[in-house]
T-cell receptor, first 114, second 112 residues
């Protein structure tokens, strides 16, 4: 069974640009969560999607948005990029909410804003 | 919302010694507490988890304890090996209701 796939692996963008990151969950998984990882701050929750609906949202500005498609693939978008958005963005998928099932992480997309 | 504090931020131990990482959480409704290990340049991977109806769980050299009254849980690694060197993250959630909230991580170095 293929794992969680994130594309692209690396991105370099300029301040003010926007970026879209993609996450393909494990087949059959309907829950996808996104996290921002920076040194010293750990994994900060961005948002969670389940069956195309945003179920939870973290404390990030409105420049960060996401969506989930009918095949459970998810995208996140960051508009008007700032230097502080440079980070590793991880997505995690799990089978469903309501059960104690493992969340599997992708390899992440490393975003550098210059 | 939930807040998870993790200590220490860095930990160095001699090979063969034990390592203990501690976390506290704020939301008494949290009922699921996983631990993830992230090796350098790799994705976080689940190593052990515990539910609120259990006080302790063990898997070979790794054990987790949970104190619901005090709202803290700990990861214990015995007989540490160099391959245990990594960043460890604790997390808490109300399974089925809220997402995983992570601590800021502990960088464990096992010195041969």
């Amino acid at each position: 069974k293929a794992g969680v796939t994130q594309t692209p692996r690396y991105l370099i963008k300029t301040r003010g640009q926007q970026v879209t990151l993609s996450c393909s969950p494990i087949s059959g998984h309907r829950s996808v969560s996104w996290y921002q990882q920076t040194p010293g701050q750990g994994l900060q929750f961005l948002f969670e999607y389940f069956s195309e609906t945003q179920r939870n949202k973290g404390n990030f500005p409105g420049r960060f948005s996401g969506r989930q498609f009918s095949n459970s693939r998810s995208e996140m978008n960051v508009s008007t990029l700032e230097l502080g958005d440079s980070a590793l963005y991880l997505c995690a998928s799990s089978f469903e909410q309501g059960s104690f099932t493992e969340a599997f992480f992708g390899q992440g997309t490393r975003l550098t804003v210059v | 919302g939930e807040n998870v504090e993790q200590h220490p931020s860095t930990l160095s131990v001699q090979e063969g010694d034990s390592a203990v990482i501690k976390c506290t959480y704020s939301d008494s409704a949290s009922n699921y507490f996983p631990w993830y290990k992230q090796e350098l340049g790799k994705r976080p991977q689940l190593i052990i988890d515990i539910r609120s109806n259990v006080g302790e769980k063990k898997d070979q050299r790794i054990a987790v304890t949970l104190n619901k009254t005090a709202k803290h849980f700990s990861l214990h690694i015995t007989e540490t090996q160099p391959e245990d060197s990594a960043v460890y993250f604790c997390a808490a959630s109300i399974k089925g209701n809220t997402p995983l909230v992570f601590g800021k991580g502990t960088r464990l170095s096992v010195i041969a």
